[in-house]
């Protein structure tokens, strides 16, 4: 079952603009992971947060966290139209069992930069 | 890259086959991880593997099974194929295989299944 879900489910911008994308959850976490997929292609991890943590930076990215919400948001500034991707939210559970680390994903949002 | 190799990258087959998909781990990750991702049910965890052991099991089909043997590589056998099967299934790995830990899982590129 999917346990984030992405908002908006497709966004068009401009190069040069900033993509906001906005992720839901609806059970304690204890990090939330975001993604990118090219079309077709393989995951690939962007930026990790902790429970405990409420905003993180890795270049061009800013990811937020609001627990009391049981959201998160990821920012790209000054997109390129390399960017151009879906992008997925995935949650680990706050008790992940006995060694075990399972992702849930949402749906994500396909994101399309124009030149 | 990410270091995870998935093959093959493309399978066509019939309903009612069996097939295999073959992972092998980034050097030094001890988890392997399987998912599917379809256009109705998204990206679906399947199962997790540490160190040959299973750890947590997603929503697996019965038709479908897993293991990782002694070198660490990782098959997922599809059998009874139906159309519904068809998906790009991931296999992806961290060097721990608990979620507690923050750790990085890496994606391979996925192995798409055609089910005609």
């Known amino acids: 079952s999917q346990q984030g879900e992405e908002d908006p489910q497709a966004l068009s911008i401009q190069e040069g603009e900033n993509a906001t994308m906005n992720c839901s959850y609806k059970?304690?976490?204890?990090?939330l992971q975001w993604y990118r997929q090219n079309s077709g292609r393989g995951l690939v991890h962007l930026i990790l947060?902790?429970?405990?943590?409420r905003e993180k930076h890795s270049g061009r990215l800013r990811v937020t966290l609001d627990t009391s919400k049981k959201s998160s948001s990821l920012l790209i500034t000054a997109s390129r139209a390399a960017d151009t991707a879906s992008y997925f939210c995935?949650?680990?559970?706050?008790?992940?069992?006995?060694?075990?680390?399972?992702?849930?994903f949402g749906k994500g949002t396909k994101l399309s930069v124009i030149p | 890259d990410s270091g995870v190799t998935q093959t093959p990258k493309h399978l066509i087959t019939a309903t009612g086959q069996r097939v295999t998909l073959r992972c092998s781990p980034r050097?030094?990750?001890?988890?392997v991880y399987w998912y599917q991702q379809s256009l109705d049910q998204g990206l679906q965890f399947l199962i997790q593997?540490?160190?040959?052991?299973?750890?947590a099991k997603g929503n697996i089909l019965e038709r479908f099974s897993a293991q990782q043997f002694p070198d660490l590589h990782s098959e997922l056998n599809l059998s009874s194929l139906e159309l519904g099967d068809s998906a790009l299934y991931f296999c992806?790995?961290?060097?721990?295989?608990?979620?507690?830990?923050?750790?990085?899982?890496?994606f391979g590129e996925g192995s798409w299944l055609t089910v005609v």
């Open positions: 992806a790995s961290s060097v721990d295989g608990t979620g507690g830990t923050g750790n990085t899982i890496y």
């Open positions: 995935a949650t680990v559970p706050y008790y992940s069992g006995a060694g075990s680390y399972q992702l849930t």
């Open positions: 050097s030094g990750d001890l988890s």
């Open positions: 593997y540490y160190n040959g052991e299973e750890r």
């Open positions: 947060i902790r429970s405990n943590e």
């Open positions: 059970t304690s976490i204890n990090n």
